[in-house]
C-alpha cells in the first residue's frame, strides 16, 4: 500500500522549535522527489521545501529560509522538516508529497494526510 504517514506536529510558542516526520512505505523512496506542503485556514497549499531523491539538492519557501530545514534519510525511507523559530504565520496543516523522478512508469504521486502545526503563546 502507497502511503505517507506524518508525524510530529503539535502546539508550541513562538520563538520554539518542531521536528516534522513523513513516513513513506509501498513505493521506492529513492526514486522520489519529497516536498513539504502547508495550508493554513482559507488559504490555498504552498510548497514550503522540496529535496531531490539523493538528498543532495533542496529549495525552500522565502518565508523559511533560514528558519526550517528539510532532510531525508533513505535508509529509513523518512523525510523530515527541522521548524526553528517558529512564528505565528507558521501555523497550519503541514502536508508531505512525494513526486516520482526517476523510473516513473506506472508510479503514482502521494499525499500524506497532514499534521496540524500551532504557533501560540
Known amino acids: 500500500q502507497v502511503q505517507l504517514v506524518e508525524s510530529g506536529g503539535g502546539l508550541v510558542q513562538p520563538g520554539g522549535s518542531l521536528r516534522l516526520s513523513c513516513a513513506a512505505s509501498?513505493?521506492?523512496?529513492?526514486?522520489?522527489?519529497m516536498s513539504w506542503y502547508r495550508q493554513a485556514p482559507g488559504k490555498e497549499r504552498d510548497l514550503v521545501a522540496y529535496?531531490?531523491?539523493?538528498?543532495?539538492?533542496?529549495n525552500y519557501a522565502d518565508s523559511v529560509k533560514g528558519r526550517f530545514t528539510i532532510s531525508r534519510d533513505n535508509a529509513k525511507n523518512t523525510v523530515y522538516l527541522q521548524m526553528n523559530s517558529l512564528k505565528r504565520e507558521d501555523t497550519a496543516v503541514y502536508y508531505c508529497?512525494?513526486?516520482?523522478?526517476?523510473?516513473?512508469?506506472?508510479?503514482?504521486?502521494?499525499w500524506g494526510q497532514g499534521t496540524q502545526v500551532t504557533v501560540s503563546s
Open positions: 508529497y512525494a513526486e516520482c523522478r526517476l523510473s516513473c512508469t506506472d508510479a503514482v504521486n502521494v
Open positions: 509501498g513505493f521506492t523512496f529513492t526514486n522520489y522527489r
Open positions: 529535496i531531490s531523491p539523493t538528498g543532495r539538492t533542496t
